[in-house]
Structure formats: C-alpha cells, structure tokens
C-alpha cells in the first residue's frame, strides 16, 4: 500500500504520520513546483505494474494545487494493465480529514 502525497503536507501536519500513514509506504510529489510530471507518471505505472502494490492513497489539502497529485494517479492507472482501487483523502489547510473517497 503506497500513499502519495505532497511534500508541504506531509511536513504542515505534525500528526499526519499517525492519521493517515499507517502501514503504508511513503511518495511525495509536488504537481505544482516539481517538473516531469511524465516521470511521476511513470513510476506511479511501475508501482502498479511491477511492484504490485494493492492501493493506492492520495492525500491532498483542499488548495487546487494538490489535485495535480489526483490527476497523476488516475493517468498511471489508465496506463497500467493491473487495476487497483485508489483512496482520495483531502485535509483541511486545518490538518482535518474532510473527506475520504475511493475512486
């Protein structure tokens, strides 16, 4: 189980290791700021593809900026042959989960 998230949530939220973490492992990615937008594709594929992961977590703050992350994912995922389910949660600029959704 792998959760993707950006790199000024995961530092912002002081408990977000506890509250959304567990038991996954960690990718952070900036759709804004980072370039190569085709790399994180890439190896989010790879990660569906060849690593297997079960799921896929995408933890994005309720600012516009994050749903880059989102995007990315819903691309691999159309490019990959294995389908796995995807979890949406966005955190309010609070730290609140507001919402939790499998897509």
Known sequence: NVLL?????????GRFNIQIKINKKLAIACPKLDNGKESY?????????DAQINTLTIAVMEV???NGLLQLAKIALEKA???????K???SIQGKVIEETWI
Do not use: G, H, M, N
């Not at 594709?41 to 593809?49: A, F, N």
């Not at 042959?81 to 979890?87: A, D, N």
């Open 64 to 66: 516009p900026c994050c």
């Open 41 to 49: 594709i890439d190896k989010l594929t790879q990660l569906i593809e």
């Open 81 to 87: 042959s294995r389908k796995i389910p995807i979890k």
């Open 5 to 13: 998230t950006a790199a000024c949530k995961y530092f912002f939220l």
């Open 89 to 91: 949660i966005v955190i």
